[in-house]
């Protein structure tokens, strides 16, 4: 009984640890939205949001290829394993990031040059490289750390972050060109948060950057899956963003984008347990079988379900104070836009603890073509929403796609696959 209760225990820790280190990049994320809400024009926050949107999609992609395969066998290798997997993977990534890289800014220079780009844009293009590329070093660290159920170290090194975020968001109020200088403090941010990550790992257990030679591509097959799902989804749970940007304009983005970061705590709780679940899903599956991954993955989406409604009535019911006093803006359509948000972080809080069941059998190619399904319905449903109701239209079809692909998930789930394909695709040896 003794050795049950400090199981529940250390998982309850675990948790709680990643909860409150999204919580407070969550924080962070609101802070950094209100200040640009209230301190600039509706464009300039326009164009934030276009930036960290794109950002948003190359961590969706690094973490969606590197994630599955560091989960999975990281807790079937011995030490050495260990270190040379991370150190392998992380051989690669400095291996690609720079290029790929200098690639984009010469691209972007060349669109500069034949004016396809502007003063406002092409600045806003080259600040978002090289905030991408910090980032991505950082976010690796961050999710070899989770992987190694060390949510501790990640959360304070999230604590300088979020700290130089704020503070460089207050500081880009005060320029010319907010948009392009907040952007480029995330940059700094990135990087002295990635310092300190890769020091937190290397006390802990240290990589071996000559280890695992061709490890890309004896992840690459079931990995690509992951990352074209990852790219999809994108494609309606973010690039609807650039749909209503080329459709409608930046100020309607900006509308979307403020109504949406009132809904950021449900965003914390889903992100924060999310930030564990395939890990902690994995060894369920392995230990105990799909049926108890089953139920436990429901029983987390009834109960983030329950919290994302119990948020939302409270949220409701104050929210002629909240654009008043706190973010001192008004918004056509917002009742709409506030109603339509309340419905797809409700889906998607059940939705994105349901997905893990499939994620942990290795099932990526049925999850991206899912999702690719979804993608296509939303963003259709999308620009026909738009062009005959406006800006809430496009989350009109947002919700369509979100409850297709989570219908989707709930008829796979029950189908169960001829074996987990994570371990006979990922392995289970040492690499």
Partial sequence: MNDRRQRHFAFARLL????????VLSAASFAIGLILIRGTTDTQYGYYILASSAILLLVSLQNAFFSPPLAIRLTRLDRPGRGDLVGGLYREQRRLLPALGAITVVMALGLWYARVLDADTAPLVLATVAATLAILHREYFRMVLYAHRRPHDVLRTDMFYVVLMVAGAFAATLTPAPAVTAVLTLSLAAVVSGI????ALQRHEPWNIQGAPGILQEIAPLAAWSTAGAAIHW??????????AGTLDIAAVAAIAATRLLMMPVNLLST???????????????????????RRLYLFALGLAAATLCYFVILWFLRDWIFAVVLKKQFMQRDALLLLWGAVFLVMAVRGQLVYLLAAQGRFRVMSLLTLVSAVIALTASYAGMLRFGVAGALAGMLIGELVNAA???ILSFRQAPQPLAAQRFGTSSP
């Fill in 235 to 244: 494609t309606f749970s973010q690039g609807y963003i650039y749909l209503v």
């Fill in 272 to 294: 924060g347990i999310g930030s564990l679940m395939l890990p902690l899903a994995s060894g369920w599956l392995h230990r105990h079988g799909i049926l108890m991954l089953r």
């Fill in 408 to 410: 989707g998930i709930v």
């Fill in 196 to 199: 300190l990550l890769s020091r």
């Fill in 16 to 23: 709680s640890s990643a909860v409150v280190s999204q919580a």
